[in-house]
């Protein structure tokens, strides 16, 4: 006598907003902080860049050392934010924290490629802290050459709080900027695209040529100035020393602009 197969039971649904919460990524968390405290170690920054990517404007590094009383809540990596949330805590950090940023420009960029930009940026940032820095996290794989100890970590901005207030500093920072440079050089959409290779700044570049913000040696703006006759001699503009941005965190956005 055969017997039936008892029928497949289906897997009670989980309710949504558990699912949710499995698939969402942890905010970053003030953990690393507070272990070195407890172990006497303090000040701690964190520090991040953004703008290695785009064809046009600075590399942006801050560096954050948050007050442990003081900690605005939601502070998360910059890019799981919304740009009026970034915006909003940009103020409360700059406001409750210790902050600085230093800025690389396309002049040295060019002279010493991308990575070494980013990374001279960062250090002079953590460099121009109001308080020296017994700890540094960076983001990143890479240490930066400062005068404390420094530990990379990879996705640091969505693991270590003081990083996450890093990242979003320089972004709103370098943000700001793009928009100034764009109320400059219009017709190329810096408000918009921040620089990044998108097809509207691909085609500005076509028609309009670059600018001297341009990253001379990366291959659209080097294409660029083949097809506008400009040559790859750097412009007498970026023969001047890089202009360096070490700010406390009330001059930052204004300071910042005057790299272009």
């Known amino acids: 006598m055969s017997r039936e197969k008892p029928s497949a039971v289906?897997?009670?649904?989980q309710p949504a907003k558990a699912a949710a919460a499995r698939t969402a990524a942890?905010?970053?968390?003030?953990?690393?902080?507070r272990a070195l405290i407890k172990r006497g170690v303090w000040p701690v920054a964190g520090c991040d860049e953004v703008g290695r990517g785009p064809l046009a404007?600075?590399?942006?590094?801050?560096?954050?050392?948050?007050?442990?009383?003081?900690?605005?809540?939601g502070i998360n990596d910059s890019k799981r934010l919304t740009a009026e949330r970034r915006?909003?805590?940009?103020?409360?950090?700059?406001a409750t924290?210790?902050?600085?940023?230093?800025?690389?420009?396309p002049s040295r960029i060019d002279r010493d490629n991308i990575l070494?930009?980013?990374?001279?940026?960062?250090?002079?940032?953590?460099?121009?802290?109001?308080?020296?820095p017994k700890h540094v996290f960076v983001d990143g794989r890479d240490r930066i050459d400062v005068p404390c100890d420094c530990e990379a970590v990879i996705g640091g901005d969505g693991l270590v709080l003081s990083v996450a207030a890093a990242s979003i500093v320089a972004k709103v920072t370098r943000d700001r900027l793009m928009c100034r440079l764009a109320r400059q050089h219009?017709?190329?959409?810096?408000?918009?695209?921040?620089?990044?290779?998108?097809?509207?700044?691909?085609?500005?570049l076509d028609r309009l040529g670059p600018t001297v913000h341009h990253r001379r040696f990366f291959a659209p703006v080097?294409?660029?100035?083949?097809?506008?006759?400009?040559?790859?001699?750097?412009?007498?503009?970026?023969?001047?020393?890089?202009?360096?941005?070490?700010?406390?965190a009330e001059e930052i956005v204004e300071a910042a602009a005057q790299v272009a």
Not at 57 to 73: C, E, M, Q, T, Y
Not at 191 to 203: D, F, I
């Open 87 to 94: 915006e909003a805590l940009f103020e409360e950090i700059c």
């Open 57 to 73: 404007g600075p590399v942006v590094a801050a560096a954050v050392i948050l007050d442990p009383a003081r900690i605005p809540k």
């Open 186 to 204: 219009p017709g190329y959409g810096f408000e918009s695209h921040m620089g990044y290779s998108v097809p509207v700044h691909l085609a500005a």
């Open 10 to 13: 289906p897997r009670a649904k």
């Open 116 to 132: 070494r930009a980013s990374l001279w940026a960062l250090a002079r940032a953590v460099r121009a802290l109001p308080e020296a």
């Open 222 to 248: 080097a294409a660029a100035h083949v097809k506008h006759g400009t040559g790859l001699e750097p412009q007498p503009s970026l023969r001047l020393e890089p202009v360096e941005v070490m700010v406390q």
């Open 26 to 33: 942890a905010a970053p968390s003030f953990r690393r902080e």
């Open 97 to 105: 924290a210790l902050v600085s940023v230093a800025a690389a420009p």
